[in-house]
């Protein structure tokens, strides 16, 4: 699973948020390190959702949280609106922060269990300084309005005191108050029930609408990603495995991993067939060491030993409409990618 | 009495009255809590029949009562305010009046339950293997070496690869796909015939929840035992159940056989279930149908059809008279709802909804363009 190719990245012009070979390493003690993120290269436009999606421990997470530098990478480049973030220091990063906004996985434990709702949703524009006391709380009534809670029970009521599906609500009315031009979706519908999800679906859908957003989406459900993107992203292993649109990903899926994805959901459906033996057996290998080449080629059923040889770049696939995927074998026929002369191959690279 | 002793009390009325009857029969069970506010009646005269090695299906939202029917019917709920009433019989037996130290001899070897988060449900300071061999040891009567090499074997038959080293680990030394693997296997380890799986893959991954899911299935098939499944997805159950229960508010608001279910819906709640799973098939970008607004109060749930609040269909008789379950056409098919969907009754009701704007009606059927165009031609017209 390469991914280490730039193929599918659009001039930089078009976009909002950029992301160039980012590379995010933790040390894990024993001069060892986890290789959270490996090089992978994706771009927004403005008021576009972008999908990325992978099991757990592929760096999914990790990418978001290096866009916003929390924690800043190893190596590579985050632009926003033209801007490098990996370059700003202390208080030029601190100003740029309003724009980008997260939203995490698990609603009930990124509130501040003690506060008042009204306060959480106030509090970002309390600490810039935003417009006078009676301007906030229009603000604050504003958004909390437009995702669905009422001022009342807002002004007396704790998180506690809120549905799971009600407190994902206050966290984007959180991230929203301050107006900001992208937002970071870690995981948000996880922890939710289907109703409920499909509702915050809505809703976010909605949000982007009305705020003008720009979306990075991250989940592990294709089924979930697929009605919200764009474009989307498949990461296996700190790699991208296929870059397409969401509509031409579900069709034709290039990537063997993306297959497996598609068909692991459920399908509620009791004559569907099981999809048994197609489905991905074993584990995602250990960050620490990942496998040579491409690193699905431990659990890739098309695997041969070009595989563990050579890392597979994104290429564009032939009589695909901006569909780029990163496999020697995949299920569609892809364009071939010319290896620059004298490029170090991934190995070596990565040959820690 | 040494609990020791009862359980083989326990055991000789067991195998007498063996294949006496159904595995597992639930009369009437109503369980319910006692809060400052009043009784919070969390399962609400809930009957159901599971005969061995099938498997149901028990789907709802979060507080519907589907995790607290699944641990009632164990008997593992606190005995301090909670209040349980009427019949829980298996193999012909009633359980429901038995004390925990009787109880014993059914959990594990008769009846045993995997917990939704395997990340809390295993003690991380004992190792694999250990927390295997506990009820072997307590039940089986193994020693240590016996017990040792039955747990290696349920390791391999989880799947689990080099079984000889994660019998020696400790449960953060494992991804949370093993770690179910892990409590599935105790929870197999005594060879129970009733086995309870309480959203067993709402914490994983998809591609992890299709693995564990097979292993489920599999390991059902070849211990021929009984399994109920509880989860929210319509979606997980759907290929791997012989029967579902609906719940809603602490009832069973539909049931039927699977494949019944899916092809002739009739609770609305049922229905709004299913719409608001994503699909594939669909565009991207298209707008999810939802069951508007949340499960009602416990303490003091509405009068009439508890989900009528929320409900597209609902008329001014379904918020004063409650429906009662009734059997569809189709034997074993149960529901409860005056408007069913998918009759002309519920047809007429739902028509009725969108022309007044009613806005729970208009909702549901906000993604479903075809039928939104259909009302708004007639309105005009």
Sequence with gaps: ?????????????????????????????????????????????????????????????????????????????????????????????????????????????????????????????????????????????????????????????RPHQFSGGQCQRICIARALVLEPKVIICDEPVSALDVSVQAQILNLLEDMKQRYGLTLVFIAHDLAVVKNVSDRIAVMYLGKLCEVAGPDELYTRPAHPYTAALLSAIPVPDPSATMKTPSSLQGELPSPLAPPSGCRFRTRCPRAEDRCAREEPQLRPVLSGEDHYVACHFPLIEAAEVATPVGAPTDVSINGH | ????????????????????????????????????????????????????????????????????????????????????????????????????????????????MVFQDPMTSLNPVLKVGRQITESLHYHLDMDKKQASDTALALLKSVGIPEAERRLEEYPHQLSGGMRQRIVIAIALACGPRLLFADEPTTAL???????????????????????VLVTHDLGVVAGRSDEIAVMYAGQIVERAPTRTLFAQMRMPYTEGLLKSIPKLEQPSHSRMQIIGGRPPDLVSPPPGCKFAPRCPYAQEKCHVDEPPLIEAETPGHYYKCWYPVGTASGKEALEKNLAAGVTQAVAAVAGDAALVAKVEEEVTA
């Design chain 2, 205 to 227: 991954d998809v591609t992890v929840q299709a693995q564990i899911l097979n292993l489920l299935q599999q390991q059902q098939r070849e211990r021929d035992m009984a399994m």
């Design chain 2, 1 to 112: 009495m040494s609990p020791l002793r009862n359980r083989k009390d326990v055991k000789r009325t067991i195998s007498a009255k063996r294949e006496a009857g159904r595995l597992l029969e639930v009369t009437d069970l109503s369980t319910s809590f006692k809060t400052p506010r009043g009784l919070a009646v969390a399962v609400n005269k809930v009957s159901i029949v599971l005969e061995r090695g099938k498997t149901l299906g028990i789907v709802g939202e979060s507080g519907s009562g589907k995790s607290v029917l699944s641990r009632s019917i164990m008997g593992l709920l606190p005995k301090q305010n909670v209040v349980r009433e009427r019949s829980v019989r298996f193999e012909g037996q009633e359980i429901a009046t038995l004390s925990n130290s009787a109880m014993r001899a059914f959990w594990g070897t008769e009846m045993a």
């Design chain 1, 1 to 157: 699973m390469a991914g280490t190719g730039t193929a599918h990245m659009r001039p930089a012009d078009e976009t909002l948020l950029r992301v160039e070979d980012l590379v995010v390493e933790f040390p894990a003690g024993r001069r060892m390190k986890v290789h959270a993120v490996s090089g992978i290269s994706v771009d927004v436009r403005e008021k576009e959702t972008l999908g990325l999606v992978g099991e757990s421990g592929c760096g999914k997470s990790t990418t978001g949280r290096a866009i916003m530098q929390l924690p800043r990478p190893t190596s590579g480049r985050v632009l926003f609106d033209g801007r490098d973030l990996t370059q700003l220091g202390g208080n030029d990063l601190r100003q740029m922060r309003p724009q980008l906004q997260l939203i995490f996985q698990d609603p009930i434990s990124s509130l501040n269990p003690r506060r008042r709702v009204v306060d959480i949703v106030r509090e970002p524009l309390e600490v810039w300084n935003r417009g006078t006391s009676a301007a906030r709380d229009e603000t604050v009534a504003e958004v909390l309005d437009a995702v669905g809670l009422d001022m009342d029970s807002a002004r007396t009521k």
